[in-house]
């Protein structure tokens, strides 16, 4: 996302991404950003219109800050910001984040407290196969709840449109059905 493919003219802002994975069957995305989002949104609008507004390179830049403020070993003894990275890394952060950059990150984030919480659960007694842990995650997972929110509160027309789905039946697999309102409907019928 860039600050030049959001449109703030109007009370929702809409979002119309450069590339999409149907562009080629002739489709426009719009993304709707709400108040809400707004908010989040409105600090990473503040640079340049071409630059990207979640950057891998600012990310790992606050990342290093962070770990030079908690660090606990004086400078004057060494390891200065900067004074022990690779003179030629095999890698180097990119300008932007990809579907793939966030599902890694998800993925390491899960490994992680998973370890952490094995960890625990062993160093307190526990059996390290009885210590709890997050099940298998993926960023998907948020755009199938947000869609069966909206379907429960607004229809499946609205989370149709606000998926960027040509037809129906496709929201369906996204958005589940409210088995609640199936048994607020029995209860009124009889």
Same mark, same amino acid.
């Given at each position: 996302m860039r600050p030049c493919d959001v449109d703030r003219s109007g009370e929702v802002w809409t979002y119309t991404p450069a590339e999409h994975k149907t562009e080629h069957h002739g489709r426009q995305r719009i993304i709707y950003i709400g108040p809400k989002a707004q908010d989040v949104l409105r600090p990473y609008l503040l640079r340049p219109a071409e630059a990207f507004c979640f950057s891998p390179q600012?990310? %790992? *830049? +606050? #990342? #290093? %800050? %962070?770990?030079? *403020? +908690? #660090? +606990?070993?004086p400078l004057r003894w060494g390891n200065r910001p900067g004074t022990n990275r690779k003179r030629k890394p095999k890698k180097q952060p990119r300008d932007s984040y990809d579907k793939n950059s966030y599902r890694r990150a998800i993925a390491r984030a899960v490994k992680k407290a998973n370890a952490e919480s094995v960890n625990r659960h062993v160093e307190t007694g526990g059996n390290a196969e009885d210590a709890p842990t997050i099940s298998h995650w993926h960023p998907n997972q948020l755009r199938h709840a947000a869609a069966t929110d909206i379907r429960r509160a607004f229809g499946l027309e609205a989370a149709q449109i606000i998926l960027g789905h040509a037809w129906a039946d496709v929201t369906q697999v996204y958005a589940e059905r409210d088995a609640q309102r199936a048994v607020e409907v029995v209860k009124r019928i009889g």
């Open positions: 600012d990310s %790992e *830049a +606050k #990342r #290093r %800050e %962070e770990q030079h *403020a +908690k #660090r +606990k070993t």
